[in-house]
């Protein structure tokens, strides 16, 4: 994947976080960039940068918890840069350190898709992945827009268990559909604090994710991607100027049930046929 090119030279606590991004990672070069920015406001102030970060923050987060864990906090980022077309971006991690896996709405406690019931547990648990499962369900005319509970969502779970199924069967494989499609599967709070309100995370992670979307605004010979922005917190995003650059969509978030029925989701996933085995 394409590598940012950057004069600056880590050192410090910049090289350890630089060092903890996975060795495919595109994002590395500029994220020494930025962590050398905001490196500067712990000592001498050399650059003039309004940015929501203080010395007490940074050094909070350097010695605190915080989830995801296993070093994935950038594990969104092993989607090859040239290949992305849509950016979505969430609130924050889940709040179990088996379910944050660093990839938005990826829930690492779900395999399983189906069950002879309809969805299986797990993903009724997780109530966005079992609204956002509906509204696909939706936009392939596999439910019908007032009968997305019980007997219907059963009666599709029939369909995805036989034997000469084409439907996908885990959450892995959903999540390759998606990196598939051309998906940047990013939450716009890379980590959660239990301690720590989630207004507040986000807006501590603001510049990172403007250097972030400056970098796919500015890649030659592509068109910028498309931003799928779900929730309250992630449309915050709309007021960064690097936003300009984008054609955006945006969603309340799934956890709400009028997520099912959006149209302007339907018909953005309509033509990707996720559930489908590629």
């Known amino acids: 994947s394409e590598a940012w090119q950057t004069t600056l030279e880590p050192s410090g606590w910049q090289e350890s976080l630089a060092a903890s991004l996975p060795a495919a990672c595109w994002l590395g070069a500029a994220l020494i960039a930025l962590a050398k920015e905001l490196g500067t406001l712990i000592g001498a102030d050399?650059?003039?940068?309004?940015?929501?970060?203080?010395?007490?923050?940074?050094?909070?987060?350097?010695?605190?918890?915080f989830l995801p864990t296993q070093g994935r906090i950038f594990a969104a980022f092993m989607q090859p840069l040239d290949a992305i077309r849509y950016v979505l971006v969430g609130e924050g991690p889940y709040p179990r350190e088996e379910s944050a896996t660093g990839v938005c709405f990826m829930d690492g406690a779900v395999k399983d898709l189906w069950a002879a019931a309809g969805l299986s547990?797990?993903?009724n648990r997780a109530t966005s992945l079992r609204n956002f499962m509906k509204m696909l369900m939706?936009?392939?005319?596999?439910?019908?827009?007032?009968?997305?509970s019980g007997e219907?969502?059963?009666?599709?779970?029939h369909r995805a268990l036989a034997a000469d199924s084409t439907f996908i069967q885990t959450l892995p494989e959903l999540q390759q559909?998606?990196?598939?499609?051309?998906?940047?599967?990013?939450?716009?709070a890379l980590v959660f604090r239990p301690h720590v309100p989630p207004v507040k995370e986000a807006k501590a992670w603001r510049p990172f994710l403007e250097?972030?979307?400056?970098?796919?605004?500015?890649?030659?010979?592509?068109?910028?991607?498309?931003?799928?922005?779900?929730?309250?917190?992630?449309?915050?995003?709309?007021?960064?100027?690097?936003?300009?650059?984008?054609?955006?969509?945006?969603?309340?978030?799934?956890y709400n049930l009028s997520f099912i029925q959006n149209?302007?989701?339907?018909?953005?996933?309509?033509?990707m046929h996720l559930l489908r085995a590629a």
């Open 46 to 65: 050399a650059f003039n940068r309004d940015l929501p970060f203080d010395r007490f923050t940074i050094e909070q987060l350097a010695g605190d918890q």
């Open 121 to 123: 547990k797990p993903v």
């Open 138 to 148: 939706v936009a392939d005319g596999l439910l019908m827009p007032d009968a997305t």
């Open 152 to 157: 219907a969502v059963a009666e599709v779970a």
């Open 177 to 188: 559909q998606l990196h598939a499609h051309g998906f940047l599967l990013l939450n716009a």
């Open 211 to 254: 250097v972030v979307l400056e970098a796919l605004a500015s890649r030659a010979g592509h068109e910028p991607p498309t931003l799928v922005l779900w929730g309250k917190i992630a449309g915050w995003l709309d007021g960064l100027p690097a936003v300009s650059h984008f054609p955006r969509s945006v969603a309340e978030h799934p």
């Open 263 to 271: 149209p302007e989701m339907q018909a953005l996933f309509r033509p």
